[in-house]
T-cell receptor, first 115, second 111 residues
Framework: DAGVIQSPRHEVTEMGQEVTLRCKPI?????LFWYRQTMMRGLELLIY????????DSGMPEDRFSAKMPNASFSTLKIQPSEPRDSAVYFC?????????????FGPGTRLLVL | QKEVEQDPGPLSVPEGAIVSLNCTYS??????FMWYRQYSRKGPELLMY????GNKEDGRFTAQVDKSSKYISLFIRDSQPSDSATYLC???????????FGQGTRLTINP
């Protein structure tokens, strides 16, 4: 199992540019989560999907952020326009709702720097 | 006030010491409690998972939950340099959905 795959691993962009982060969840997992991690605020949930449907986007900071999950194997998080305060590590995680110990499996993250 | 409070450290201890990491929380509806370990430049990985109050042991790791005090702990026995990482507590009202994380405690085990 390849685990959760995120791309790109690193992104440097200029303020005002559009940024698209990509995530491939673990096959068979039906929940997907997007998090943002900063030194000041720690790990924050932005949005999560169940069966490709957005369930809770209350953590999305503002309208500049949007997320989609067109199918069970792919999700995107888009920031348009980007701002320096968006600089952070963005993690994608997936989870299965099958019985047994439940956990979220995290990807390696995308380090975003907005200049 | 944050829902989950965790001392960010850093915490530095000698190899072989017993480490105690703690979190407090304010939401009495939390039922599931987890500890994640995050190595530098990696994603968090689940270390311990506990439902409701009580203790859970896994090798050198013990997780304790005291719901009456809204306090959870992680103990590491015979600490090793490979345990050096950031430890995040997390909790939820319903399994692994919508986890709320602590700030994370950065731990260093010195050889």
């Amino acid at each position: 199992d390849a685990g959760v795959i995120q791309s790109p691993r690193h992104e440097v962009t200029e303020m005002g540019q559009e940024v698209t982060l990509r995530c491939k969840p673990i096959s068979g997992h039906n929940s997907l989560f997007w998090y943002r991690q900063t030194m000041m605020r720690g790990l924050e949930l932005l949005i999560y999907f169940n069966n490709n449907v957005p369930i809770d986007d209350s953590g999305m900071p503002e309208d500049r952020f949007s997320a989609k999950m067109p199918n069970a194997s792919f999700s995107t998080l888009k920031i348009q326009p980007s701002e320096p305060r968006d600089s952070a590590v963005y993690f994608c995680a997936s989870r299965t709702t099958s019985r047994g110990q439940e956990t979220q499996y995290f990807g390696p993250g995308t380090r975003l720097l907005v200049l | 006030q944050k829902e989950v409070e965790q001392d960010p450290g850093p915490l530095s201890v000698p190899e072989g010491a017993i480490v105690s990491l703690n979190c407090t929380y304010s939401n009495s509806a939390f039922q599931y409690f987890m500890w994640y370990r995050q190595y530098s430049r990696k994603g968090p990985e689940l270390l311990m998972y506990t439902y409701s109050s009580g203790n859970k042991e896994d090798g050198r790791f013990t997780a304790q939950v005291d719901k009456s005090s809204k306090y959870i702990s992680l103990f590491i026995r015979d600490s090793q340099p490979s345990d050096s990482a950031t430890y995040l507590c997390a909790m939820s009202m319903g399994g692994a959905q919508k986890l709320v994380f602590g700030q994370g405690t950065r731990l260093t085990i010195n050889p």
